[in-house]
């Protein structure tokens, strides 16, 4: 009688009973990876080389630095848009400040680019003078006037017909905003005949 528990008991020489395979020769099992050639070695090596550490290093600082690039333009670009809404503004208070004939007095803007001061601008009653300003305004650091619209140590006033509100003359203010002695960009405020004042 055959021993059921001894796989070698089916092996009648060196051939195999039919239907039955021993563990020890099932290609099935000698294809598939052993339990310790699953485990990690101990001198096998994983990371980054230098070389990987570098390049991501490099590629971190192109990033931030064209990103800082664009944050300061768009720094300075904010504050440009917000000085020209800022005289838009100034000038439509000018404005409606004559149409009404508030306190009886002729309205305007006056501009200014100083040389010994910031370029400003401000609100006043006519006449222009240092007791008649209501509002004073100075323009930041990097926005000035383009010296086509304003030169240097120039000035000029818009003010408005009382009741009608129309303007003294038709006018266009170009500001622009200048990095390292060179313009970058600009914008203009337009006041016309007609008292539409559009930026």
Same mark, same amino acid.
């Given at each position: 009688? &055959?021993?059921?528990?001894?796989?070698?008991?089916?092996?009648?020489?060196?051939?195999?009973?039919?239907?039955?395979?021993? /563990?020890?020769?099932?290609? &099935?099992?000698?294809?598939?990876?052993?339990? &310790?050639? $699953?485990? #990690? @070695?101990?001198?096998?090596?994983?990371?980054? *080389?230098?070389?990987?550490?570098?390049?991501?290093?490099?590629?971190?600082? %192109? %990033?931030?630095?064209?990103?800082?690039?664009? $944050?300061?333009?768009?720094?300075? @670009?904010?504050?440009?848009?917000?000085?020209? @809404?800022?005289?838009?503004?100034?000038? &439509?208070?000018?404005?409606? @400040?004559?149409?009404?004939?508030?306190?009886?007095? =002729?309205?305007?803007?006056?501009?200014?680019?100083? =040389?010994? =001061?910031?370029?400003?601008?401000?609100?006043?009653?006519?006449?222009?003078? !240092? !007791?008649?300003?209501?509002?004073?305004?100075?323009?930041?650091?990097?926005?000035?006037?383009? =010296?086509?619209?304003?030169?240097?140590?120039?000035? *000029?006033?818009?003010?408005? *017909?009382?009741?009608?509100? /129309? #303007?003294?003359?038709?006018?266009?203010?170009?500001?622009?905003?200048?990095?390292?002695? !060179?313009?970058? *960009?600009?914008?203009?405020?337009?006041?016309?005949?007609?008292? /539409? %004042?559009?930026?």
């Amino acid at each position: 009688m &055959r021993d059921f528990f001894n796989p070698k008991s089916f092996l009648k020489g060196n051939r195999r009973v039919a239907g039955f395979t021993p /563990l020890e020769s099932s290609p &099935r099992l000698a294809a598939e990876p052993r339990v &310790r050639d $699953l485990m #990690p @070695r101990a001198n096998s090596l994983t990371g980054f *080389t230098i070389i990987e550490t570098i390049i991501v290093i490099a590629i971190i600082a %192109i %990033i931030a630095v064209v990103s800082l690039f664009n $944050l300061v333009w768009y720094k300075n @670009r904010a504050e440009l848009d917000s000085a020209v @809404r800022q005289v838009s503004a100034l000038l &439509r208070e000018a404005q409606s @400040r004559s149409a009404v004939y508030e306190s009886g007095k =002729t309205w305007g803007v006056h501009f200014e680019n100083a =040389t010994a =001061t910031a370029p400003f601008y401000a609100l006043f009653y006519s006449p222009y003078s !240092s !007791s008649t300003v209501v509002k004073y305004y100075a323009f930041p650091n990097l926005v000035k006037y383009a =010296t086509s619209s304003l030169g240097i140590g120039s000035s *000029t006033e818009i003010t408005f *017909t009382p009741l009608s509100g /129309l #303007p003294s003359a038709s006018t266009s203010l170009v500001f622009v905003l200048s990095v390292g002695g !060179s313009v970058t *960009t600009s914008s203009a405020v337009v006041v016309s005949g007609s008292g /539409l %004042i559009r930026y």
